[in-house]
């Protein structure tokens, strides 16, 4: 098993390396890095924190977070290579509980299914506000062409890691329910896009690989965007929030209440 050391970086040289990271994952030029290493320095100079993962000795993930109001914090940036991301999230979770943080929170790109499954399944963040547009007009390679709406989760620091369950490891809910539900909105594949379960649960589904299909027709990505837009914006309007993913690309919304109407 390859060793690997997490630590927070302060000195100048590390936090180059950090934003070179960045902008490998983000496909930007070094000389244009998504978060310069300046503004990294001048993060951690104020009360934030930089972690860094190195495995054999190589730069191979790293996180950066910063200080809210009301003592929350919020992850501002995070990659890592695969495997590795619990590992520098929770990281990030023991600088902030060392200093009383009870919350942490970040954003992430909807259509993205993995990073859904590792926030709402493995972590146990739940997502709890839609951002159209948050963004506006991005540049980088993973990005461009695109709307840049983004999901905020909040995760609870304080909580228990979710327990694994090897017969539903994406999360609990049986396939069957989301099936015999009635679908409530129809896909840019023609295939549902949306099942609801009366005023209880939403599943909304997203496409395998939005990178892939935004390199591949942007168009059609962007009909994506805009028809999972339309499913969450309403759902979150009536008080649902996002609470797991499955293998499979499908979402599901919950909420606790009852309030009257039912249309997504």
Request: with cysteine.
């Amino acid at each position: 098993m390859t060793p690997v050391i997490l630590r927070s970086v302060h000195d100048v040289a590390s936090l180059a390396a950090v934003a070179d990271h960045f902008s490998d994952v983000w496909q930007t030029p070094r000389t244009t890095p998504p978060f310069p290493a300046e503004l990294l320095h001048s993060l951690v100079h104020a009360g934030g924190a930089v972690h860094a993962a190195y495995a054999d000795g190589r730069l191979a993930g790293a996180a950066v977070a910063v200080f809210g109001p009301d003592r929350q914090t919020y992850s501002l940036v995070a990659a890592a290579e695969r495997g590795l991301g619990t590992r520098v999230k929770q990281a990030q979770r023991a600088w902030a509980l060392e200093r009383g943080a009870r919350t942490m929170r970040w954003t992430f790109d909807p259509l993205v299914g993995r990073n859904a499954r590792f926030n709402l399944v493995k972590l146990g963040a739940v997502g709890t506000e839609y951002l159209v547009d948050f963004y506006g007009p991005m540049s980088d390679g993973v990005n461009s062409g695109d709307e840049s709406d983004r999901l905020t989760v909040t995760w609870d620091l304080t909580a228990p890691a979710p327990p694994y369950d090897p017969e539903h490891p994406h999360g609990p809910d049986d396939p069957a329910d989301r099936a015999g539900a009635p679908v409530v909105a129809t896909a840019p594949d023609g295939g549902p896009l949306a099942h609801r379960d009366g005023d209880r649960r939403v599943w909304c589904r997203v496409p395998e690989d939005i990178v892939k299909l935004r390199a591949a027709d942007p168009v059609l990505a962007l009909r994506w965007r805009y028809a999972v837009r339309e499913v969450f914006t309403g759902a979150f309007a009536q008080g649902f929030t996002a609470t797991g993913m499955s293998r499979d690309g499908w979402y599901t919304l919950t909420r606790t209440d009852n309030p009257e109407g039912d249309a997504v």
